[in-house]
């Protein structure tokens, strides 16, 4: 409901990109289900595989390697990176400065390259398997993934210099729709958008997983809540993830990227191929899933727009009876119509885009 280009009413309607996502796993295998997750946040596919083959890993009591989880936490932070590229760059385009985005996706497509010699996908990749990975780095993986980072570095440094001190940029986003940490809070905000209000919550930090409390990283708090600090926060967040990504790949460790619980882990080939039992295993992982104990679990990692969390319910099968989805995208959206009261039409777009809301994810 507008009054001239002032906004005095509005309603969220989402549904327009429903995957079914949560409905269709039931009638998957929990590996069949990695896939599905990549089509939520599809900006930062690895990142929703890693928080699901967490949550199963738990259900299941399994540790996986070390190295497994360092390579976990590289192509994550890489993932965030380019996610948090999806908001900058765009965000600015509503703005009418389109220039930035050629800065950051020209990075973001020299990473999906990498991305893609890696997983064999460059936008959903599949990388994740209950109890490890599909496979290990190749030859020379961490000096191509160094390279991306210190691409994507300077470009957002470039970025910065073009729009941090812009008149324009400045007037638009600058107290422009507003929420207080006691509202981010009551909304359930998570992520950069909590932050941004000044609440330092960060699943990393506060219930630290895959190492994290062993790296030297900060988390980005800003202090008006206001478009400014939403959009900002993952300029700063960015050069954290590029700081933890070369600690873990100069403290790399070698070693499998398997576990050797036989639950989830197919038998070698030659196992496979040359005795009944390593057959009839094979077989069954396949067709029959990963069997995990009857029960329930929630389980949360820190994704690119905050806690991504799955409640998965199982009962016994290789199957999930239930599996629920935690979208951070979902909670954001949710106080949207609240936030954009009073201000333009204009200020609600680029609020929006603050937001970085992704379809898939909202609606899943």
Known sequence: ??????????VGEIGYLHRGFER??????????????????????????????????????????????????????LSRMIDHL?????????????????YVFNQREKTYDVLDK??????????????????????GCEKDILHVVKAIEDAVDEVEKLVAKNRIVMDRTEGVCVVSAEDAISYGFTGPTLRASGVDFDVRKAQ??????????????????????????????????????????KNLPGGPIWTDDKRVKLPEKQDTYQNIEGLI???KLIFEGTRVPAGEIYDASEAANGELGFYITS?????????????????????????????????AAITLASLNIIAGELDR
């Open 1 to 10: 409901a507008l009054d001239g280009e002032t906004i005095k009413a509005a």
């Open 24 to 77: 269709s796993v039931e009638h998957k295998t929990y590996n069949k289900v990695i896939p599905y997750t990549d089509r939520l946040n599809y900006c930062s596919a690895i990142l929703n595989n890693i928080g699901y083959v967490k949550a199963v890993e738990r259900m299941l009591d399994i540790e996986v390697p070390d190295r497994t989880k360092f390579i976990r936490v590289i192509v994550g932070e």
């Open 86 to 102: 999806v908001c900058i760059g765009p965000q600015f385009v509503d703005m009418g400065a389109l220039t930035n985005l050629w």
């Open 118 to 139: 890696l997983t064999g996908a460059r936008l959903t990749n599949s990388y994740c398997r209950v109890g490890g990975l599909y496979r290990d780095f190749y030859d």
């Open 208 to 249: 630290p997983y895959y190492y994290y409390d062993t790296f030297d990283f900060e988390v980005p708090v800003g202090t008006r809540g206001d478009t400014w600090d939403r959009i900002f926060v993952r300029f700063y967040e960015v050069r954290e993830s590029a700081k933890i990504i070369r600690q873990a790949i």
């Open 281 to 283: 295993n094979h077989f």
């Open 315 to 347: 009962d016994g099968s290789g199957y999930p009876y239930r599996v629920r989805v935690r979208p951070p995208c979902f909670l954001n959206y949710a106080a949207f119509p609240e936030m954009i009261e009073g201000y333009m039409i204009s200020d």
